[in-house]
């Protein structure tokens, strides 16, 4: 099945029939404005990243060198809600992750492949240590979301505007629930913007490992690629409320290159 285009690639981000008004509104179309622009962001094509590091609960406690190993680098096509890992699990394969489905990969050949990995992730299975394609969804998934941000957030329902206090800045927020048919952590998040737009802190439940996974995820180290702002350093903490707790480092990643990929590269293999 081919990956559907998100439905935020039309020719303005706000229909006449959008739930985006009043405050909400003025704060996405400055975030709009500050990542780049709708008219760059529409030009967009995939990312490349480089993994220089990948440590903190999650991917220790999940089993990374153990049960599954540190992706290197990925392929993200946000508007195919797309991500490829190179080499993963192994030399010469792949995993793939696309509009929720996964598959690893040898050439043409489907070593493994999973339609709905939502459904596996139920009860007492989230406590699982995670195999190669698990960590393909969750690392897909969320790799998939960030990078369409916060574009994307015209396709979903603005709850109310928030405040949080991040990093020693104050920051303005709204609360969205995302469209159901969205692989990613939790159906409600809030994203924080600084005083110019950029997106700085992004709170979610990661429902696939637990309900307590309450983090709050820090967006630092921007680059320009292709006119965007890409975060090269992301820093989750578990958070109570709207709190962030420091010490409990849940993830902390970061990309030693992001690349912009030409739309003439845009991957062909298709999920089945």
């Known amino acids: 099945m081919e990956a559907p285009t998100l439905p935020s690639t039309t020719d303005e981000p706000f229909g006449?029939?959008?739930?985006?008004?009043?405050?909400?509104?003025?704060?996405?179309?400055?975030?709009?404005?500050?990542?780049?622009?709708?008219?760059?962001?529409?030009?967009?094509?995939?990312?490349?990243?480089?993994?220089?590091?990948?440590?903190?609960?999650?991917?220790?406690?999940?089993?990374?060198?153990?049960?599954?190993?540190?992706p290197t680098r990925a392929e993200v096509w946000p508007h195919r809600e797309r991500v490829t890992f190179d080499d993963f699990p192994a030399a010469g394969r792949r995993g793939v992750f696309s509009a929720g489905q996964v598959q690893i990969v040898s050439g043409a050949t489907i070593l493994e492949a999973r339609a709905d990995p939502r459904a596996t992730f139920e009860g007492s299975r989230k406590a699982r240590l995670w195999s190669p394609i698990d960590a393909v969804y969750f690392f897909g998934y969320a790799l998939s979301h960030y990078h369409a941000l916060p574009f994307s957030l015209v396709d979903g329902r603005p709850l109310g505007v928030r405040r949080a206090r991040s990093a020693g800045?104050?920051?303005?927020?709204?609360?969205?629930?995302?469209?159901?048919?969205?692989?990613?952590?939790?159906?409600?998040?809030?994203?924080?913007?600084?005083?110019?737009?950029?997106?700085?802190?992004?709170?979610?439940?990661?429902?696939?490992?637990?309900?307590?996974?309450?983090?709050?995820?820090?967006?630092?180290?921007?680059?320009?690629?292709?006119?965007?702002?890409?975060?090269?350093?992301?820093?989750?903490?578990?958070?109570?409320?709207?709190?962030?707790?420091?010490?409990?480092?849940?993830?902390?990643?970061?990309?030693?290159?992001?690349?912009?990929?030409?739309?003439s590269l845009r991957p062909k293999l298709s999920l089945v």
């Not at 995939?46 to 153990?66: F, H, Q």
């Not at 995302?178 to 700085?200: C, E, I, Y």
């Open 16 to 70: 006449p029939a959008s739930p985006w008004t009043g405050e909400a509104r003025a704060l996405l179309e400055r975030a709009i404005e500050r990542h780049g622009g709708w008219a760059a962001w529409r030009r967009f094509g995939g990312l490349s990243l480089t993994l220089e590091s990948l440590t903190g609960l999650v991917p220790e406690k999940k089993g990374i060198g153990d049960s599954f190993p540190r």
């Open 169 to 263: 800045r104050v920051l303005t927020g709204v609360e969205v629930a995302l469209p159901a048919s969205l692989a990613t952590h939790s159906r409600r998040q809030t994203f924080f913007f600084d005083d110019d737009g950029l997106l700085r802190r992004h709170d979610y439940v990661a429902e696939i490992i637990g309900w307590w996974a309450r983090g709050a995820h820090r967006w630092e180290d921007f680059v320009d690629v292709a006119g965007l702002p890409v975060a090269r350093h992301r820093h989750v903490v578990l958070r109570i409320g709207a709190r962030e707790v420091p010490s409990a480092v849940a993830l902390d990643a970061r990309f030693s290159r992001a690349e912009a990929l030409p739309t």
